[in-house]
């Protein structure tokens, strides 16, 4: 599968923003669908995921309460809503699709990589 992430941008901190991620392909439905980021000089840290059917999400404490992931099977996309933007929200994000059958929060879990879009919140 191939993701082609989207809707990045620049920001004021307490604004929103929504991700999405294209995926090419007919099996979308089949795989767990997750969010990363990683800012300069920082390890690529988990921020949601969701199950193949949408039924279950997971988020990373730092973003729960503010970030919604969500996915449309018939349209091949995964979205993150964001909400209540900070200043260390700031990251390249990148949306991300795992074989497994569990969710996962490592990166490892994950095989197939979009190319990322940058999110910048201006305090």
């Known amino acids: 599968v191939q993701l082609q992430a989207s809707g990045g941008g620049l920001v004021q901190a307490g604004g929103s923003l929504r991700l999405s991620c294209a995926a090419s392909g007919r099996t979308f439905s089949s795989y767990v669908m997750g969010w990363f980021r990683q800012a300069p000089g920082k390890e690529r840290e988990f921020v949601s995921a969701?199950?193949?059917?949408?039924?279950?999400?997971y988020y990373a404490d730092s973003v729960k309460g503010r970030f919604t992931i969500s996915r449309d099977n018939a349209k091949n996309t995964l979205y993150l809503q964001m909400h209540s933007l900070k200043s260390e929200d700031t990251s390249v994000y990148y949306c991300a699709a795992s074989r497994r059958s569990r969710v996962g929060r490592e990166a490892q879990a994950y095989d197939y990589w979009g190319q990322g879009t940058q999110v910048t919140v201006s305090s």
């Open positions: 969701i199950s193949w059917s949408g039924v279950s999400t």
